[in-house]
């Protein structure tokens, strides 16, 4: 059961930026701090820190696997001891894993669990995307609803009234779902996206 296609290309993205821009950024943190010889003892340890974390997410996220419990038992350890981006991450792959599993109360706990991981505001949403998208498939409309609100950002707009237009119809609300979805298809940061929401309201009765 696949309820990660619309946002699968922003994980990537995501995960490419951690990959090509960590030891960059790190330099920086350290360069950044002169002569302060304190400062730049505490900023290399948290340098070596975020590298260390990079390579056991790395690691531990290319063992787990939705029928082996032990790999995922680490992974969720990994998810838990990690109050950062990696460990928010993570918890994206980790969820996918248990949906794979079929297993959609654990998706969502690993998703509310990447939430609490990070503060960056572009991973939050994405996370948030997820966990609504999830949250319909468990016939929960409203809390869907109530969790779009938490994505910010108008790069988000298009998969944020998709995904509305699919709380609201599940509602029985068409009128709703084909307001939600005539917003969306006007969007331009999708145009794919755009054309498929208006194929949903083509396809609605009313």
Do not use: C
Not at 164 to 189: E, F, V
């Amino acid at each position: 059961m696949e309820i990660y296609e619309n946002e699968n290309e922003q994980l990537d993205a995501v995960k490419r930026f951690f990959a090509e821009n960590g030891k960059a950024l790190a330099v920086g943190v350290v360069l950044g701090i002169g002569a302060l010889v304190g400062w730049r003892f505490w900023n290399g340890s948290q340098v070596d820190s975020a590298r260390e974390s990079s390579l056991h997410y790395q690691n531990v996220m290319t063992d787990a696997r939705a029928d082996d419990p032990k790999t995922l038992s680490a992974a969720q350890q990994f998810v838990a001891q990690n109050q950062n981006s990696y460990g928010a991450l993570a918890a994206l792959e980790l969820a996918q894993r248990y949906v794979d599993k079929n297993d959609l109360a654990q998706a969502v706990q690993q998703l509310q669990q990447g939430i609490e991981n990070t503060k960056d505001e572009n991973l939050r949403s994405l996370i948030n995307l997820r966990l609504a998208r999830i949250q319909i498939q468990q016939k929960q409309a409203d809390a869907a609803l109530k969790t779009l609100e938490n994505v910010k950002g108008e790069n988000w707009s298009a998969m944020v009234a998709d995904l509305r237009g699919d709380a609201l119809l599940s509602k029985g609300d068409k009128q709703g779902a084909r307001d939600a979805w005539s917003k969306g298809a006007d969007d331009k940061n999708s145009p794919a996206l755009g054309d498929m929401m208006q194929m949903k309201i083509n396809n609605l009765s009313i």
